[in-house]
């Protein structure tokens, strides 16, 4: 995930009705950001003086491509060793990062399922093979479920990554 709060404090947004209010807010939420990885704070003045410039000389963490490899070195830091090499190989396969540890909320916010890997715009999940459980509960809510041996590493890949791309 990535978060840019951006305050308009020109003069124009400054003689904005209610601006101590907008200044208050955006504080309280920077401070529930401020710990991920990815979040930035940032103002129309500072960015006119360039204050910003020399947080991160050279980073591009907030282009589209180092969101996307933020978001794939916080999938290898989280998955189960056991599932590194398949995250390895579909990180180099084009699909997108998926979501580690995913789970399926019911309205009454109660988990009813959860999935090792889950690719959440084309509702794709990765399952061990044991999970029959998980799997028909999320079938069941139209999810498409890839499990099986991951000692055929390079066909499971494949099958993951096909399922993901088909909705892109």
């Not at 124009?12 to 504080?27: F, P």
């Not at 991951?150 to 399922?163: H, P, R, V």
């Amino acid at each position: 995930m990535t978060a840019v709060v951006h305050l308009r404090d020109d003069e124009e947004g400054r003689s904005m009705g209610g601006y101590r209010e907008v200044w208050n807010g955006v504080l309280r939420l920077f401070n529930l950001l401020q710990f991920l990885p990815g979040a930035w704070w940032t103002t129309r003045e500072g960015m006119e003086r360039r204050l910003y410039d020399a947080l991160d000389a050279g980073s591009d963490a907030a282009s589209p491509a180092g969101v996307v490899d933020a978001l794939w070195k916080e999938a290898f830091d989280l998955v189960a060793p056991d599932l590194l090499s398949l995250l390895e190989t579909l990180s180099h396969s084009g699909a997108p990062p998926p979501e580690v540890g995913f789970e399926l909320c019911g309205e009454d916010g109660v988990v009813r399922s959860e999935a090792e890997l889950a690719w959440l715009e084309s509702k794709v999940a990765i399952l061990w093979p044991h999970d029959a459980e998980q799997a028909e509960v999320l079938g069941k809510a139209g999810w498409r479920i890839v499990s099986g041996d991951l000692g055929d590493l390079n066909a499971f890949a494949d099958t993951a990554a096909k399922a993901v791309a088909e909705d892109d």
